[in-house]
């Protein structure tokens, strides 16, 4: 194995220095331009003129979002086939990009088991088939292994399937769970599973966004969606009953969402009702399902708090406008409503942000972040004092796993970084020590020690030092000619994690840079980091991001002619604005489901996820966040220019950004650009905003993206 490894380690090089040499020798000629292809298919001009704000606005595309007109979607396949001959030419190219990484997976596989409630639980995967089994074995490893889900069989001749949770009653004997088969995020259908008969139990659900089990094995309460996809309406479904199922919670303020959860130790169920500022929570116990549902704390504006449930306690994570960063706070199982009765336990802190809270018998678990880093803490509740679990690397990224025991003594969590693959471990609270579980393997074989990570601060244009997390092969030239791929997403608080991605290694070992920009907007760096990157802010994310690429370009790992961008959704809202604001920067853009009609869609109350998102773009209702928003909307500020080469996505199915959004950017960059580069509309007509759902459906789709990013840095192999 040794001397295969070695032999494979060279022949990554050679390719490595071929690559490279192929890149400098026909960069300048290499690159087919739009002029050696058909003509694009051309959308129609059907000019729609709006008034708002005293402003008019013409939209000549306005009429791409009329999903069944059969015109629009006669469109779509005329994109799909454009892109298809167009990219036709590297068909071998993604072939080979797919098998690469397809090499990367062990196909074989199964998940670290997880005990809950008398059984272990795990996922497993099989050579060649696209979908998890979900499984279990009671008591004991050994025993007997029982199917509760096949994906790959319930997927049979369906172009896509997507399966949301699932939950067994505390009998063992029920299972619940939540599947569709077009791809939205949004709309599942609920259906049970009698595992002592093996048979499916002949009730549904349909629209269902969550659902918890009460304890007495029959009663399901679950949540559905308004028309704008709005999670706002809880119902109690009691299995075999022929009653209309009740109306538990009806949320009226269009934007708050509604939840459900239930505590680690099964004794409380919750529902939790949200906008991005405020928030309220409702429970009941789990053992008496027809209760009414108490408030925990009435909503406040600003007031942002969770709950979690000990049998001693409350616990909650708060924030407010003076804690940003959250707090934790305790309060008695009576007398909670009483805000005075509740106490410090960790104070707020304005250097680190507490992303999460878990609770055990004898221990508080936190998800932290500080400095832009994960970290796990762990407070033993008897003593008060507080542990960390210790990380090698200078960038990495850890996260609690499921640990559903609430006696347990040990935490489960994951640990990755940009050259180390996830790593599955038990944390023994009593003895503070960690335990590898698993590895992920590489079949294909994988040196961490062959790649350089680095943590690089770019200076923003206000002077905000932000944060960039680097990977390469070691023994890379700073010599500005180093194709790079950057990445980023920045809006709703996510922090753009600094992960292992196996994929991504086909790049690099052909040469690449991959970079991770930690913009404003995400809170990598907290709370604030977060409030600086969105309403008014907004533009912070995209400077930020700008800066990021200048700085590659400033230390010479790259320049404007080798560097490529992505994002998707509201990552794509980044690509189409940075594009507009430096469009000779970028070599190459790749927006996945782009979400790039701003102004449009905040105006429009009807469409998934509108209203609930004035807190973080804001209300074009109101001039000033109009203007604002007008300001950088993508496909609002697209003018007569050179653009980058372009690669868009979309889902027909699409719940979160909707298909249209892609089809009229592309549209309308096609209609204005004077340059001769390729952009592209590439529309999956079977799924929505996570494309393709099989294991190896998605590799095909992350080949055709390499794949053009490679082609048209002029590379072929």
Not at 173 to 181: D, E, G
Not at 288 to 308: G, L
Not at 513 to 534: L, T, V
Not at 597 to 607: H, Q, Y
């Amino acid at each position: 194995m040794k001397k295969l490894s070695f032999i494979f380690a060279v022949l990554q090089v050679t390719m490595l220095l071929s690559c490279k040499e192929k890149l400098k020798n026909e960069h300048t000629h290499s690159i087919k331009m739009q002029s050696d292809y058909l003509k694009p298919p051309i959308a129609a001009v059907k000019a729609k003129e709006f008034t708002e704000h005293g402003y008019k606005r013409i939209d000549n595309y306005f009429w791409l979002k009329e999903k069944e007109n059969p015109e629009v979607i006669k469109y779509l396949k005329a994109e799909n086939t454009y892109c298809d001959s167009v990219m036709k030419h590297t068909e071998t190219l993604r072939k080979k990009l797919f098998d690469e990484m397809k090499a990367r997976i062990k196909e074989v596989d199964q998940s670290v088991p997880v005990f809950e409630n008398g059984y272990f639980y795990y996922n497993r995967t099989e050579e060649g088939k696209q979908y998890a089994i979900i499984c279990r074995k009671k008591g004991d490893l050994k025993a007997n292994e029982e199917i509760l889900i096949d994906g790959n069989k319930m997927a049979e001749g369906k172009s896509t399937f997507l399966l949301n949770s699932f939950n067994l009653s505390s009998d063992n004997k029920i299972l619940a769970y939540a599947s569709n088969f077009n791809g939205s995020y949004a709309e599942f259908t609920l259906k049970f599973k009698n595992l002592e008969t093996n048979k499916e139990i002949i009730e549904s659900i349909e629209k269902v966004d969550g659902f918890e089990w009460a304890n007495d094995n029959k009663t399901v309460f679950y949540v559905v969606a308004n028309e704008a996809l709005r999670p706002y309406r809880v119902y109690k479904h009691v299995l075999g009953s022929k009653e209309k199922d009740e109306l538990i919670f009806e949320e009226k303020d269009d934007q708050f969402n509604v939840g459900l959860g239930k505590s680690k130790n099964n004794e409380l169920i919750f529902i939790s009702s949200g906008s991005f500022t405020s928030s309220e929570v409702r429970f009941i116990s789990a053992d008496k399902p027809n209760e009414q549902f108490k408030i925990f704390f009435p909503r406040e504006k600003d007031v942002i708090y969770e709950v979690v449930h000990h049998k001693s306690k409350f616990f909650i994570l708060y924030k407010d406008d003076n804690n940003k960063n959250y707090k934790i706070l305790e309060a008695p199982l009576k007398g909670y409503e009483d805000k005075k009765s509740w106490k410090d336990v960790i104070p707020y802190d304005p250097e680190t942000k507490i992303e999460e809270i878990d609770v055990f018998e004898k221990y508080l678990t936190m998800s932290v972040r500080n400095g832009g880093l994960s970290q796990i803490r762990i407070m033993d509740l008897a003593n008060k004092k507080i542990s960390s679990i210790k990380f090698p690397e200078p960038v990495y990224t850890v996260y609690k796993s499921n640990t559903p025991g609430y006696n347990s003594t040990k935490l489960r969590y994951s640990y990755s970084s940009l050259n180390r693959p996830n790593s599955v471990f038990d944390y023994d609270m009593v003895e503070n020590k960690s335990k590898k579980l698993k590895e992920q393997e590489i079949p294909s074989g994988f040196k961490a020690d062959d790649y350089e990570v680095k943590r690089l601060f770019a200076t923003a244009s206000d002077g905000v030092k932000v944060p960039m997390a680097i990977v390469y092969k070691k023994g890379l030239e700073l010599n500005g000619k180093n194709p790079t791929l950057l990445y980023s997403y920045g809006s709703y608080g996510y922090s753009t994690e600094a992960n292992f991605n196996a994929n991504v290694y086909s790049l690099i070992n052909r040469g690449f840079i991959f970079a991770i920009a930690q913009i404003r907007g995400g809170s990598e760096m907290g709370e604030k980091w977060y409030d600086d990157g969105k309403l008014m802010n907004k533009k912070n994310t995209f400077t930020d991001f700008v800066s990021c690429a200048e700085e590659l370009v400033k230390l010479k790992y790259t320049s404007s002619d080798f560097l490529a961008i992505n994002g998707g959704s509201a990552g794509g809202l980044l690509m189409g604005a940075v594009t507009n604001l430096r469009p000779d920067l970028f070599k190459v853009v790749v927006a996945d489901v782009p979400f790039v009609d701003v102004i449009n869609t905040m105006l429009d109350s009807s469409l998934p996820l509108t209203t609930q998102e004035y807190e973080q773009w804001g209300n074009p209702n109101e001039k000033l966040a109009y203007d604002y928003i007008l300001s950088y909307s993508p496909y609002d500020n697209l003018k007569a220019v050179n653009y980058p080469n372009i690669l868009a996505t979309g889902g027909i199915n699409d719940s979160q950004v909707s298909y249209h959004e892609p089809a009229k950017w592309v549209a309308k960059i096609r209609a204005l650009k004077k340059d001769n580069n390729i952009v592209l509309l590439k529309t999956n007509m079977d799924s929505g905003h996570g494309g393709a759902s099989g294991r190896f459906d998605r590799l095909k789709e992350v080949a055709f993206r390499y794949a053009f990013i490679l082609d048209r840095m002029g590379l072929s192999e």
